[in-house]
């Protein structure tokens, strides 16, 4: 049985027997949770399913979160997409969807936290948008689902998914990990280099913090989303070019909840500094409560 603790652990093991890390994962869950493979695929399959769901009815132009501070970008952004702009079709696409997904969550819409509903967004662009683009099969797209999710138990462990325990690298962060992760798989890569682009991931939210203007996961959480997958994108490609992280995967999950430990409490989704204790976002909780 897999244990889940080493991010080297899973790869190395999923090496050994020349299998994906999905593979491994789904035939390991299988065993442990003493039910057949077919039916956990199904289950994320469903997962996938409920998460283009939440893609669609987040382009909606009229949708608005409850508070109203937020929606409508996700509309706004695909018209864009739609002409190239300047990161071309794919990247577009994939804001596109992370500000969807997003901002549907914000209106109290039903998604897939991957791992974390202010992080809802980042998977789920990720994986559907090299679905959509035809560049990966509905089959493979389920399976890296598996992938990013093992990966987040691993970082869940030994750090924290939690804004309130670890700050935003700890959400979308973490998702970003894992939307790395599964970008490298669906590309063909190595398990190694779904090792590498986890750890590049993480490398570059390190230290993020967690500042929801009026305490709500809308500003600045929703724009995050995009950024956490424009991070698993790149990320990804250099992984898949051969580039390795010189501080492996599970040394940065370390320094994630180190990182964690020693920030302030103001910054851990308190609402008490960083953006929300801004003029403007103190005025914008005033526009909610009053």
């Known amino acids: 049985m897999l244990n889940y603790k080493s991010i080297d652990e899973l790869c190395t093991a999923a090496s050994a027997r020349s299998l994906p890390v999905s593979a491994l994962v789904l035939e390991d869950q299988s065993a442990e949770m003493e039910l057949p493979a077919e039916e956990l695929f199904a289950r994320m399959k469903n997962s996938l399913d409920v998460m283009r769901k939440a893609v669609e009815a987040g382009c909606n132009p009229d949708l608005r979160s409850t508070s109203g501070l937020t929606g409508g970008d996700a509309a706004k952004m695909k018209v864009y997409a739609d002409g ?152 990804a490609e250099m992984a898949l070019a051969g580039i390795e992280s010189h501080i492996p995967a599970d040394d940065c999950v370390a320094a994630m909840r180190s990182v964690g430990d020693v920030m302030s409490s103001a910054l851990k989704e308190t609402a008490l500094g960083g953006l929300a204790a801004t003029p403007s976002g103190q005025e914008l909780k005033r526009k909610v409560f009053g």
């Open 84 to 235: 190239g702009g300047i990161c071309g079709t794919l990247l577009n696409q994939a804001v596109v969807r992370a500000l969807a997904v997003a901002e549907y969550n914000a209106a109290m819409g039903k998604i897939v936290a991957a791992p974390t509903a202010g992080a809802c967004g980042i998977l789920p662009a990720a994986v559907i948008t090299l679905l959509e683009e035809g560049m990966c099969d509905e089959h493979a797209a389920v399976m890296a689902l598996f992938t990013a999710g093992a990966l987040g138990m691993v970082i869940a462990q030994k750090a924290s998914i939690s804004g309130a325990q670890g700050g935003c690298q700890a959400e979308c962060g973490s998702a970003s990990a894992m939307a790395a992760g599964a970008l490298v798989e669906l590309r063909g890569g190595t398990p190694k280099q779904v090792g590498n682009a986890c750890a590049m991931a993480i490398k570059n939210q390190l230290g993020l913090v967690c500042d929801p203007v009026a305490g709500l996961v809308e500003i600045p959480c929703i724009k995050r989303n995009v950024s956490g997958v424009a991070i698993a994108f790149v990320c």
